[in-house]
């Protein structure tokens, strides 16, 4: 919901598409790393999704969709949330959206997949592990 608020106030303000990412961006920076607290906060992906959701709902739903079918496949659902923000810029062209778009999407991306990396690394050595036995 903090994201999706977020993006919602920036599209009734008149932003551009590139201003509202920078939107995303912030709320999730905030989200993951707010002051208050330390800088010990969230890992980011519900707020970016909800801020993604409001940008462009055909690009959310590409997401979604392709993390359904990793998690159908993998079973893994921290590396199924993670890779399709990691194509969320190849999936943002596809949508019609500017290089600039894709471009600041890239830092959104290592926002949400930064905090995950201890995860993903679990994940990928027991996907391994399992594939070695």
């Not at 106030?9 to 961006?25: D, K, N, W």
Request: with cysteine; net charge positive.
């Amino acid at each position: 919901l903090k994201g999706a608020l977020a993006l919602f106030g920036a599209r009734l303000a008149g932003s551009t598409p590139e201003y509202c990412i920078l939107v995303g961006l912030a709320v999730t920076v905030g989200h993951n790393w707010p002051v208050q607290l330390g800088f010990r906060g969230g890992k980011g992906l519900a707020t970016s999704f909800g801020a993604v959701l409001v940008f462009d709902p055909i690009l959310a739903g590409a997401m979604l969709a392709l993390c359904g079918l990793l998690i159908l496949v993998t079973r893994r659902f921290t590396l199924s949330a993670c890779v399709p923000y990691l194509l969320s810029p190849a999936l943002s062209l596809a949508c019609g959206h500017s290089g600039a778009v894709a471009a600041l999407l890239l830092p959104l991306v290592a926002a949400v997949v930064a905090p995950h990396h201890e995860n993903l690394r679990a994940e990928l050595h027991r996907r391994h592990a399992a594939l070695s036995s």
